[in-house]
């Protein structure tokens, strides 16, 4: 009933830019929270940034300064603007959304399908 679309990854050197952009789709009431997690090879998924509807975004320690996520709530759409990449941001980035479907009475948490980004010279 609900899908995010992610694009916008790739290869990058270090100290260079990239935009994630993820749109959501189909049954949607509202959206409370999007967010984008990433994962790293032998890692567990983790925060990157998070936005809630109405409030200020968060964001993990090792990205502040250099990540920022913004969002368009008339095309349920959220972005991730990454510069200043290291290696280390080397992960596939998933987004999610936390969703009010039509019919139901209660948030749902959906997953892109996850964009490799890559930071290597």
């Known amino acids: 009933q609900v899908q995010l679309v992610e694009s916008g990854g790739g290869l990058v050197q270090p100290g260079g830019s990239l935009r994630l952009s993820c749109a959501a789709s189909?049954?949607?009431?509202?959206?409370?929270?999007m967010g984008w997690y990433r994962q790293a090879p032998g890692k567990q998924r983790e925060l990157v940034a998070v936005?809630?509807?109405?409030?200020?975004?968060n964001y993990a320690d090792s990205v502040k300064g250099r990540f920022t996520i913004s969002r368009d709530n008339a095309k349920n759409t959220v972005y991730l603007q990454m510069n200043s990449l290291k290696p280390e941001d080397t992960a596939v980035y998933y987004c999610?959304?936390?969703?009010?479907?039509?019919?139901?009475?209660?948030?749902?948490?959906?997953w892109g399908q996850g964009s490799q980004v890559t930071v290597s010279s």
């Open positions: 189909g049954s949607i009431f509202s959206i409370k929270t």
């Open positions: 936005t809630i509807s109405g409030g200020s975004p």
């Open positions: 999610k959304a936390d969703v009010w479907v039509r019919g139901r009475h209660y948030y749902t948490d959906y």
